[in-house]
């Protein structure tokens, strides 16, 4: 029998006292998904790259409203929708 890289060749160089065959490897559980928070359950995210000044304004501006920058997004896009003919859709503005 070929002595390669198989178990039985490693278990009888063990044997004889040649190379020791490395430790098991630990078996490790896969980390579960995190469940979907309630308030985002049946919703999806919408994202964009912009510069720094304008989540910085964003942000400012929520502040001084008293609201949050979700809130002032969906009013935002609710306007870009009535502009373009379209109905308002998004929800908790």
Same mark, same amino acid.
């Given at each position: 029998?070929?002595?390669? /890289?198989? @178990?039985?060749?490693? !278990?009888? %160089? ?6 020791t065959p *490395?430790? +098991?490897? +630990? =078996? &490790?559980?896969?980390?579960? +998904?995190k469940p ?8 999806? @995210? =919408?994202? #964009?790259?912009? *510069?720094? $000044? &304008?989540?910085?304004? @964003? %942000? =400012?501006?929520? *502040? $001084? $409203?008293?609201?949050? &920058?979700?809130? !002032? !997004?969906? $009013?935002?896009? /609710?306007? @870009? ?5 379209? #109905?308002?859709?998004?929800? #908790?503005?």
């Open positions: 029998m070929a002595k390669g /890289n198989t @178990l039985q060749a490693m !278990l009888d %160089r063990a044997k004889t006292g040649g190379d *490395a430790p +098991p490897t +630990p =078996i &490790v559980a896969p980390t579960p +998904p979907a928070q309630a308030g985002r359950q049946g919703t999806k @995210l =919408i994202g #964009g790259h912009f *510069a720094p $000044e &304008v989540s910085t304004q @964003l %942000r =400012i501006l929520a *502040a $001084e $409203e008293g609201t949050t &920058v979700q809130s !002032l !997004l969906g $009013e935002a896009l /609710n306007d @870009l929708f009535v502009k373009k003919g379209k #109905g308002r859709v998004a929800r #908790g503005v």
